[in-house]
C-alpha cells in the first residue's frame, strides 16, 4: 500500500513569489495535517484538513492557505514568501483520529 | 494551550547501551504517537500508543495518561537509531502537537 507522498522534495523560490506544495494521503484516509519544520527547530502545527473541510489552523500568518480535493489530496499554498519560511514542510495523514503517518517532506528554500 | 516537553534534549550512548527517553504533556490527550526522524527529515513511525505498554523488537514504549507521561525506551543502541525522537499528542482539535525532541546519537 502507498505511503503518504509529497511533491515537490525540493522546491526553490524568489521572496514575494508564491509556492505550492502537495499532498496525496493513504488511501482511505480522510485527515490531511500540515506541519512546518524550520531548520533545527521542531515541527509546528499549520493546517489540518478533514472531509474538504478545514479544521483548524496553527499560529500562522494568512498567507499560509490550503484546501483539500474530493480525492482527499491536500495542496499547501504559501503566498508572499519571505525568507523565514524556508523549511522542511511535513504532510501526514489518518483515518478520523487515529495514528497519523507522514510523508517524507517538501524542502522549501527561499532566496 | 497544551505544552509537550520532552527530556532529555540531547543523549549520547555508546553501541550497546540502553536509554530512556521522556515524554511529559500538560493536559489529557486523545491520543500519543512516538516517531523518530531520520537525518533525511522523515519521520518514522515507532508506536501509536494512547495508553498502557507497546513492544517492538528492541524499543518499547509506556504511557502513563492518568499522570500525563509517556516513556520511550531503547535497549542495546545501535548507530543506526541515531536521530531525533519526537513524542506528539492528539489535543482536542489540535492534531499532533509536537514536543521538543531528543536528539540521540550512538557512539560505534
Known amino acids: 500500500e502507498a505511503g503518504v507522498t509529497q511533491s515537490p522534495t525540493h522546491l526553490i523560490k524568489t521572496r514575494g513569489q508564491q509556492a505550492t506544495l502537495r499532498c496525496s494521503p493513504i488511501s482511505g484516509h480522510t485527515s490531511v495535517y500540515w506541519y512546518q519544520q524550520a531548520l533545527g527547530l521542531g515541527l509546528q502545527f499549520l493546517l489540518w484538513?478533514?472531509?474538504?473541510?478545514?479544521?483548524n489552523r496553527g499560529n500562522f500568518p494568512p498567507r499560509f492557505s490550503g484546501r483539500q480535493f474530493p480525492n482527499y489530496s491536500s495542496e499547501l499554498n504559501v503566498n508572499a514568501l519571505e525568507l523565514e519560511d524556508s523549511a522542511l514542510y511535513l504532510c501526514?495523514?489518518?483515518?478520523?483520529?487515529?495514528?497519523?503517518?507522514f510523508g517524507q517532506g517538501t524542502r522549501l528554500t527561499v532566496v | 494551550g497544551i505544552q509537550v516537553e520532552q527530556s532529555p534534549p540531547d543523549l549520547i550512548l555508546q553501541e550497546g547501551a540502553n536509554s530512556t527517553l521522556r515524554c511529559n504533556f500538560s493536559d489529557s490527550v486523545n491520543n500519543l504517537q512516538w516517531f523518530h526522524q531520520n537525518p533525511w527529515g522523515q519521520l518514522i513511525n515507532l508506536f501509536y500508543i494512547p495508553s498502557g505498554t507497546k513492544q517492538n523488537g528492541r524499543l518499547s514504549a509506556t504511557t502513563v495518561a492518568t499522570e500525563r507521561y509517556s516513556l520511550l525506551y531503547i535497549s542495546s543502541s545501535q548507530t543506526t537509531d541515531s536521530g531525533v525522537y519526537f513524542c506528539?499528542?492528539?489535543?482536542?482539535?489540535?492534531?499532533?502537537?509536537f514536543g521538543t525532541g531528543t536528539r540521540l546519537k550512538v557512539l560505534a
Open positions: 484538513y478533514d472531509e474538504g473541510e478545514e479544521r
Open positions: 506528539a499528542v492528539n489535543y482536542g482539535t489540535y492534531k499532533y502537537i
Open positions: 501526514a495523514s489518518s483515518p478520523e483520529d487515529r495514528e497519523a503517518f
